[in-house]
């Protein structure tokens, strides 16, 4: 049934046809990145497929089958980190694959849409804190806990809440603040605005975050970038499309 945020939204899709494509505007652009232009990670979803397939309406908030799910998300080192050789010795060697994991220390996803007519890229999410030894990120991961302890709750059953100002998670990390201050927030591009892209950026980094620098009760993608600074060592991204169409 078409109601009238409908046509408000369809008015709006032809207001800003041309507002897209602020990539320039993603994370992974930002100052801590600039020795870091291409991708070290190759990043995958087994639930939507490769990058830049289209998300399935179960990942969206949208429609009777909307369960705004988050995509399982994969990742392996496609090539070794620079090298943390001192300038003393130029000559050593770059690391190798297995050298270049033991570099990392903990992972970084943000979750972004760089085509929604905004002045800046539109997170859906983030997630910091992400053990060095995993390697994936799954729907269940990222469940809220009621504390930080991985066997909170009745006996080792971590006990999920739903407290919008917590930032622990089921997977043993922490979230930081999308936009709507949820844990994960769907596709949902505007009506007949085209296609979509959502980029889902894994950061590998060299050091663990300095927690005391992220002083909001839910960090910000502002703070978490500063906290980054000097501490990348590589990074992927999976991308998924979605696309609301009039019909």
Known sequence: MVSVWDYIELFFSWLFANAKGRDDKLFIRGPAFADLPDPTLTVESPDCGPSHSHMKPEHTPLGPTGANRFPTLTWTLSRPPPSTSSPSSPSAPPPSRS???DVVQEYLVVAEDPDAPMPTPITHGIYYGIPATR??????????LA????GAGTGTTPKVTNDKNNSNLKGGFKRGANWNKTVYSGPRPLLNHGPHRYWYQVIALKEPLDRTVLSSPLATKKEIAQA????????????????????
């Open 99 to 101: 050298e270049g994991r």
């Open 135 to 144: 390697t994936s990120i799954t729907p269940e991961d990222i469940e809220l």
């Open 147 to 150: 504390d930080s302890g991985a």
């Open 228 to 247: 980054i600074q000097g501490k990348v060592v590589g990074w992927g991204a999976w991308i998924g499309v979605y696309e609301r169409k009039w019909e």
